[in-house]
């Protein structure tokens, strides 16, 4: 097979992968003899492939719900109104969506019958996906929308370089937004050969509580979605992916029009060996949260062909990657295809593919330039030696039909690969009693009312020792500054007690989103050196530069408290994060807060490492819930909602855990959301507005008005009450637990 030697990073994270599902895919080049026709394209792309033949590849592509809203259908939606049976309330700025594969007047009213007639406000789950709308990134707004597109358009004229297929898998808003402006992309992609496809975030168009939804509501809503694909152009939607958690998806899929389902991705189940293979097959049923028995067991009778991805783990390859480029990626890669194609074949049908977003191997002088690199000099000599062969994911299941015999035959049959439904217990826990843990964060950057920052602050170090527990105080350098300068007194409170220390950024820090100017055009040493200075020089606050011969950065809150800072912030651009990650780990760092950090984490695998630090885990936040289609913080309606308060949060998820493995939850709250509300008090001095992360340019006005509203002394003080009766009831029945000691127990 050949392919290029690996980098040592490549090589370990291709040796630290599980066993992981693979799929095959579609190509127009098939040989004679063979005993099954591959569906699509013209009808020069059309052809047959031998049942014994090359495992089948392609390229999928996942779109991310960026900005959309919950569906009407599941309670979501702008107007509170009650929605006439039989009528689809209107979304705001959006059009309606009318196919043949649109939802029925009558399953509507059938769905609205059985919530009570009207829509429901979504309330908070007592189990997170973790896979929401982007952590605040919006189609709506921006440029992301129109680069996603140009990226697109590239990674098809890459990929046609090769004859190569794409399964392009999109969702609302972006299939909306190409509908509004007339943009052929879809209509496009599948002239040339590609297949268009739902991906389906099921919180995204459900709301938090997507697992308590009835199946009626599951296939409606799968159904708004076709039915935008279709009228942007996509002429038949077969394959979806999402929704891996809900037990019955796949009778909801099946009535919604959907026979082809792949990338199975679970927080519940990552790292399970039980679902990956090499071979198709036929799920029983969709995966009950942690339980994947049914789904891993075939049908012969079943709806859905499931296309595995291979021996391959390509979550965990990206996080054990980040940073390192898209060659590093793409090597890891190439050594788990080949361990794909070098496992069982019994002469049946083969399946491989990798998934990539539309911001994803785009670095480089030309667009997807490594991809390029790749399919020329891995890929293509493969297909040339009749090893692998394209084919979209339609093709690939109607592959395994026509060699399954009427579809009836599990494609794993006869193979020795191991397989285990349970996945392998965490190597550490806090607890031999195996307690839940929680962190209390305290984000602590107000500057601007340094006098009530030092107040509170004050307040939560004693609320902390009266129950014999610590907080973790995650501080700015700045504030650090600021409390030698005017604050002596709460220094040497910091300093004398055993509260958690951890570090973070903000403006006009460059490794915050927005501010970054002073790292721009760097790389490798270059850019950990420029990184350096400013974790170990002073930051002007109004300039945004370093002041030569003052100390600052994380070595002065380190040097000033006496402590290392457990933790640190993540940045999101990849190459910063491996420049920072090296810095803080030589600086004493060994956490760093990455991903989604309130609520992603498996409590039967909670430990992960990015860039040589231990990912801070959190299978609970307890920050926000989810009304409506809003994400609110509980210390904004505790007064008014006793259901927002913490405790009945952190109860929920509590009673949702099974007992099994490490759980952790978050409490995340900024010290000034104790005293203010409405903006973040120096907001005005580097961003547009109130409400925008538009950066200013400096110098940064310092005087500038306070651009939050104090709040009213009974809201206060029914915070302070709320965040009381957290601590007390976690320091009574939880392991109340910092970063240190997360590292600690981790090995770190």
């Not at 990674?155 to 297929?165: A, D, I, P, T, Y």
């Not at 209390?440 to 107040?455: C, L, P, Q």
């Not at 420029?530 to 600052?552: C, F, K, N, S």
């Not at 509203?709 to 709320?722: L, V």
Request: proline share 5%; hydrophobic share 35%; with cysteine.
């Amino acid at each position: 097979m050949g392919s290029r030697l690996l980098t040592p990073l490549a090589a370990l994270a291709v040796a630290s992968l599980s066993l992981h599902a693979c799929s095959r895919s579609d190509d127009a080049l098939v040989d004679e003899g063979s005993t099954s026709e591959l569906v699509g394209g013209d009808e020069a792309a059309k052809g047959t492939v031998e049942a014994a033949g090359p495992a089948l590849f392609a390229i999928g592509v996942h779109i991310e719900p960026w900005g959309t809203e919950v569906s009407p259908l599941a309670g979501g939606g702008s107007s509170k109104s009650e929605p006439a049976a039989g009528v689809r309330p209107e979304r705001s700025g959006r059009g309606k969506s009318k196919s043949k594969a649109g939802i029925s007047p009558e399953l509507e009213a059938e769905i609205l019958a059985r919530k009570g007639g009207k829509s429901k406000s979504k309330s908070r789950s007592k189990s997170k996906s973790g896979r929401g709308g982007g952590g605040g990134k919006s189609y709506l707004q921006g440029t992301a929308f129109d680069e996603h597109v140009a990226n697109l358009r590239n990674l098809m004229e890459v990929v046609g370089r090769h004859e190569g297929k794409l399964v392009i898998q999109s969702q609302d808003p972006f299939t909306q937004l190409l509908i509004d402006r007339g943009d052929t992309l879809f209509a496009d992609a599948e002239a040339a050969g590609h297949e268009v496809a739902l991906h389906f975030h099921e919180d995204a168009h459900l709301g938090s509580d997507f697992e308590e939804e009835p199946v009626e509501v599951w296939t409606g809503v799968m159904k708004e979605q076709i039915a935008q694909l279709e009228k942007a152009g996509a002429t038949e939607v077969n394959y979806w992916s999402g929704g891996n958690t809900y037990g019955q998806l796949m009778e909801a899929a099946t009535a919604a029009g959907l026979s082809v389902n792949g990338d199975f991705k679970s927080r519940y189940t990552e790292g399970n060996t039980a679902i990956t293979d090499v071979h198709p097959w036929r799920p029983a049923s969709g995966a009950d949260r942690d339980n994947v028995t049914d789904f891993i067991r075939h049908d012969p009778q079943g709806s859905v062909v499931f296309l595995p991805e291979g021996l391959l783990h390509a979550s965990e390859m990206k996080r054990s990657l980040r940073g390192q480029g898209d060659a590093a990626l793409l090597d890891a890669y190439s050594a788990a295809f080949e361990q794909s194609l070098a496992a069982c074949d019994h002469g049946g049908v083969r399946t491989l593919h990798l998934t990539v977003h539309p911001n994803e191997l785009t670095r480089g002088s030309e667009p997807y330039e490594e991809l390029d690199r790749w399919l020329e000099t891995f890929i293509d000599p493969l297909v040339a030696s009749g090893d692998l062969q394209w084919a979209t994911y339609s093709e690939m299941a109607d592959a395994y039909r026509s060699w399954g015999g009427d579809a009836k035959t599990d494609g794993r049959e006869g193979c020795s690969l191991e397989r285990t439904v349970e996945a392998e217990a965490p190597s550490v826990a806090l607890d031999a009693n195996n307690k839940p843990n929680i962190t209390f964060v305290i984000n602590t950057h107000d500057w601007k009312r340094h006098e009530d920052s030092a107040e509170i602050l004050t307040r939560l170090i004693d609320l902390f020792e009266q129950h014999g527990v610590r907080g973790d105080f995650y501080v700015t350098a700045p504030m650090v500054q600021l409390w030698a300068e005017k604050y002596p007194a709460l220094l040497e409170k910091f300093r004398d007690s055993d509260q958690g220390i951890s570090y973070h950024r903000r403006p006009p820090h460059p490794l915050v989103n927005a501010f970054s100017g002073a790292f721009e055009g760097l790389q490798g040493a270059e850019l950990e050196a420029a990184v350096l200075r400013y974790e170990t020089q002073r930051l002007d606050m109004e300039t945004g530069e370093l002041i030569p011969g003052e100390p600052g950065g994380y070595a002065f809150v380190r040097d000033t408290l006496g402590r290392a800072p457990a933790a640190v912030a993540g940045t999101q651009d990849d190459q910063l994060f491996a420049a920072a990650t090296k810095v803080y780990r030589d600086l004493g760092a060994k956490v760093v807060v990455s991903g989604d950090h309130e609520g992603a984490t498996d409590p039967l695998d909670p430990y992960r490492v990015e860039g040589g630090l231990l990912v801070r885990p959190s299978t609970l936040g307890v920050t926000h819930g989810t009304v409506g289609t809003k994400k609110l913080f509980w210390w904004n309606r505790v007064q008014r909602d006793p259901e927002s308060h913490p405790l009945v949060w952190l109860k929920d998820g509590l009673d949702a855990w099974d007992g099994q493995g490490t759980f952790y939850a978050t409490a995340i709250i900024h010290e000034n959301n104790f005293y203010t509300s409405k903006a973040t008090p120096w907001q005005l001095t580097y961003y547009q507005s109130k409400d925008s992360r538009k950066a200013k340019s400096p110098p940064y006005d310092l005087t500038i008005p306070d651009a939050s509203t104090t709040r009213d002394p009974s809201e206060a003080e029914a915070i302070w009450t709320a965040y009381s009766e957290l601590v007390a009831y976690a320091a009574e029945h939880m392991n109340v637990v910092t970063a240190a000691d997360v590292a600690e127990a981790a090995g770190r």
